[in-house]
């Protein structure tokens, strides 16, 4: 019980997940074509047939999510070389402010996708050491744990939620196979939690909700997408069912290691969001380290030296030495990583 935060009731719940900060992010990167694009977009991959051929993406899909992206502030185009006219897509500001979240992202795939194929190693070149991101504080610079945080509300719950893109569905599921060329990494963790429905499951569970009932009222969502979208959790393992009533049988889903591992990613979403998509009314939910007392901003910083992970300070390392490279999803055998230095 210590790792769970301190309870709010459902219905403050079901307004943080409906206005939070992380909720206005997905409005954003709600899908795994966002994810897969800024995925590429940290390797520095840029134009639009690359980023096509390494995401899978239909060319329509890709076309759109660019768009969206470009809109959002996320990507900007830009010319390159000496025929007028060809662009191509380079991170804001706003979209390298992303890169805790992927690095997140990139840190749970490492640990928990055996079996598909692994990102690639990462060395942070100031201390030279491999980069092992984590989640600290930036008042008092201990790793945030879960059970650490406090919530309240902000003045910004106390505003009624402008219309917006919030209850637009998206189609989020994979292609059936893969092309030649698709690059799978990360697709392990982008399949798991790079779908708006299941972001907010999760962020349900991590305020320490359990039980059906209270979970299905916070979300307020059909049925049967909650219904696949606890399936898809608890086959990835992150979740899992507990028997606690048995006549009529009621079950509870509380997070495993897997499922408390993505926390530091949920973080990252909500910081990027209170970043540079804050509410005009101010903050909807404010953090709390309890552990030194003050406002949590949270930072992701090296392992090894302590400082702040800036994407122009990591390495990638071009070949994935002496790891496990199986088959994919749905897959048409080991296709050629693409990597760009
Ligand atoms: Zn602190
Ligand atoms: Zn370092």
């Keep these: 019980m210590t790792r769970t935060p301190p309870r709010l009731d459902v219905d403050a719940i079901r307004d943080l997940l409906r206005r939070g ?34 995401t899978g993406a239909a060319r329509g899909t890709l076309a759109a999510r660019l768009a969206e992206l470009v809109d959002h502030g996320v990507l900007h185009r830009l ?14 500001e706003k979209g390298l402010g992303f890169y805790p979240v992927a690095l997140c ?14 990102p690639p190693r990462m060395v ?31 003045p910004g719950a106390r505003h009624p939620m402008r219309g917006g893109r919030s209850t637009r569905r998206r189609q989020s599921a994979g292609p059936d ?7 799978t990494t990360m697709f392990h963790a982008v399949d798991t939690v790079a779908d708006r429905w299941t972001a907010v499951l999760l962020a349900a569970l ?19 997408i909650l219904a696949d979208r606890l399936r898809l959790l608890l086959s990835a393992g992150v979740v899992e069912r507990h028997l606690y009533q048995e006549r009529p049988a009621r079950h509870e889903y509380r997070l495993t290691a897997k499922g408390l591992d993505l926390f530091p990613f949920t973080l ?18 404010r953090l709390q380290h309890r552990a030194c007392g003050h406002a949590l901003r949270s930072r992701l910083v090296c392992g090894a030296c302590g400082e702040l992970v800036d994407p122009h300070d990591v390495v990638i390392e071009p070949v994935a030495h002496g790891r496990t490279r199986v088959q994919a999803r749905g897959g048409k055998g080991k296709k050629p990583l693409v990597r760009r230095t």
């Excluded at 992380?22 to 995925?39: E, H, N, Q, S, Y």
């Excluded at 600290?136 to 744990?145: A, R």
Aim: glycine share 12%.
């Design 21 to 54: 900060e992380g909720t206005r992010v997905l409005d954003v990167v709600g899908d795994r074509w966002a994810f897969l694009i800024l995925r590429d977009a940290f390797l520095r991959v840029r134009r639009f047939e690359d980023l096509r051929r390494r």
């Design 79 to 92: 010319p390159y070389g000496p025929v007028p006219g060809r662009l191509e897509y380079r991170l804001t």
């Design 105 to 118: 992202m990139w840190k749970w795939e490492n640990r928990w996708s055996a079996g598909f194929d692994l």
């Design 124 to 154: 942070h070149r100031r201390c030279g050491e491999a980069l092992d991101p984590l989640m600290s504080c930036g008042h008092c610079d201990q790793p945030v744990h879960l059970r650490d945080i406090g919530y309240t509300l902000g």
């Design 177 to 183: 196979g893969y092309g030649e060329g698709v690059d």
């Design 206 to 224: 991590f305020f320490g909700l359990r039980r059906y009932d209270d979970i299905n009222a916070a979300l307020g969502i059909a049925t049967n």
């Design 268 to 285: 990252a979403m909500h910081e990027w969001g209170a970043r540079w998509m804050p509410s005009p009314h101010g903050p909807v939910i």
